[in-house]
């Protein structure tokens, strides 16, 4: 067997503070604001590692959320990572532009329908609602359970198994592509 080593750059990938700061928050807005951060720096890995030679002089990188969705899709983003980036932002407009508002059950229910949906590239997935979350520093010790703990709660197990895959999805996927581009 031939090893082959490939530079890939992944501090775009290095969230663990906002991951973490998104969890052990008690504000929504402030756990939706950082997760959906999260979610832009993996678009934005994709698209920097994927936007290589001179196809980056014409596909520059946008600014905007869905700018950056829509590149990392046409980039080969897959459909079940972008449906629930694409939900994400949904619920993180809502809430920016509506202070008030709080995570509503729809909006919530498509995320966990899409972040189930994962199990079309992830063989050996785990359903949102069988998973729980621990809060090592609010609530060390318990599980915080699918449906029990409200729709901050929700939103974050849903985000978190997003998290879970994604991530390793995309890095897979960006190794491969380069490995096939190695002459022999």
């Known amino acids: 067997m031939n090893t082959i080593t490939l530079d890939i750059d992944t501090t775009k990938l290095e969230s663990s503070a ?19 951060l999260v979610t832009e720096s993996l678009l934005s890995f994709y ?44 619920i993180r407009n809502k809430l920016a532009h509506e202070p008030q508002s709080s995570i509503n059950d729809g909006d919530l229910g498509e995320l966990v329908r899409n972040v189930n949906r994962l199990k079309e590239i992830e063989p050996d997935f ?33 985000a978190f198994t997003f998290y879970s895959v994604a991530p390793k999805y995309l890095l897979l996927d960006i190794a491969s592509r380069r490995a096939s581009e190695r002459p022999l």
């Open 47 to 90: 698209i920097n590692e994927r936007n290589k030679g001179e196809l980056s002089k014409y596909a520059k990188e946008p600014n905007n959320f869905g700018g950056k969705l829509g590149l990392a899709t046409a980039f080969g983003l897959p459909i079940p990572l972008a449906r629930i980036a694409h939900q994400i932002n949904i």
């Open 126 to 158: 785990t359903p949102v609602e069988k998973r729980y979350l621990e809060l090592s520093i609010k609530n060390p010790g318990e599980k915080l359970l699918f449906g029990k703990h409200g729709n901050r709660i929700d939103f974050l197990l849903a």
């Open 18 to 36: 906002a991951l973490i700061a998104a969890a052990e928050t008690e504000d929504e807005l402030g756990s939706v604001l950082r997760f959906h």
